[in-house]
DNA sequence: GTTTTTAAAAATCTCGAGAAAAAGTATTGA
DNA sequence: TCAATACTTTTTCTCGAGATTTTTAAAAAC
């Protein structure tokens, strides 16, 4: 459903427990690499900057290994996954394997309801689109650009296909942060979209999965051109 | 690698800490059926069971939520992740998929080392055949039997794809578990891993591919053809 | 007899403190 | 000066107890 109260729950509802509270915050922090790959998450100074006991940041961190946004080892503590541009590459792939395939299914199976959605989810882009001219307000399109991506596929029947997705995008995203700050290839995001919609409604499956595959790999170029050492530097921050 | 030693740590490697072996311990029990499909897991209950404190098992439910073989509900616990045949459905037409996929891929990256490996996999697992009639030693073919699927796939260069396969993998044993002791499908399944090791090894991709998707889809059939009462019988043991 | 309210019981969630392990530092010996 | 060892500090891991919340059961009201 294209639900606008939907937050990419990975894994959980809204936050009744700290536990929960905890998750989140960690994982928006990890996503926006305010803490940076590869970093130490040292329990005990944690558990002060989020506010919860020592017991309840593990079990948050436990819950972010399902995402894969922090790795744990051993009796050696928990770190913030590490990142890569080979790793955005398979992510990439593997991703543009998935999305298209769930695609296709999307628009053979999708009915008249998803058809509203999908116009309706573009259409709250587009807004989010107009208003972030100047204004940083980068969450509000994010969150509408990860909500327009799953109603495209909304109406693909693989409820692990689309678990999968949901893993692959929030993992993206981190990589994606970066294209957007620093984006040497111009592009015209909303010309994409929109080519994207069209070719939906339009129940044509072969050019709209050409349109998603290339819209996702052309993001993965945009980082892959920023020049190393310019790469590290915001990855390190 | 066909490491031998490897033993399907979705998350973790050997039981250093505590939380490690209740992890194990219960994906074994949950795998293996003995928690049922849909049972609440209550902390206060297991924690004696497993001897380990309330927060430890806590934690270790909480890894199990990354394998999809539990769930959580704000403020009202753990259960075990349910079963039913449309989800099984799910997990074996999206295996058909990435599996076929990355052994494609692992098939045209594979070197000499991989055609060893493969060919050690499968005596291993046929030295496990031949000593199990009888003997209900279902522990060791079942490891091995996972370790020739590995195999299979491992010249494959996406660590994501192989990611999600052992996932799936993973989630297919609780169902597999059931074809296996009420099999009502007369089946060979030596003679289908061998003709798919020969297809691999003499670099057949289609063919070995179609063996393969018809070997994953064989066992949902099986499952599929299961009288229901008896089914859930089962299910609920 | 059914529904609502109220109270008891159980379970979840949370924290802080203590034991075990790792990492870092200083000391000793060549 | 360097390497190895012993010590100190830090961090992880673990447990038990207390505070909320949910669930269950009984009593009251309609």
Redo the contacts between chains.
Sequence with gaps: MANSTSTSDG????P??LV?SAYRALRRDIIEGHLAPGEKLRVEHLKDNYGVGA?TL??AL??L??D?LVV????RGFRVAPVSLE?FE??T??RV?LEC?ALRQSITMGDDAWEADLLAAFHRLTKAEEKRIGSDDREEWEERNRIFHEVLIAAC?????K??LSI?YQQAERYRRLSLYLQPIPRDIHAEHDALLQAAMSRDAEKATALLGEHILLTFRSVQSIPKDQLNEKLAA
Tied chains: 1, 2.
Excluded: C, V, Y
């Design positions: 894994l959980l509802a809204e009744k427990t929960e017991g593990r079990e436990s819950l290994i399902s894969a744990s080892q051993g009796q790793d398979d992510i792939q593997t394997m395939e029947p693989s409820r692990w296909l678990h999968f692959l």
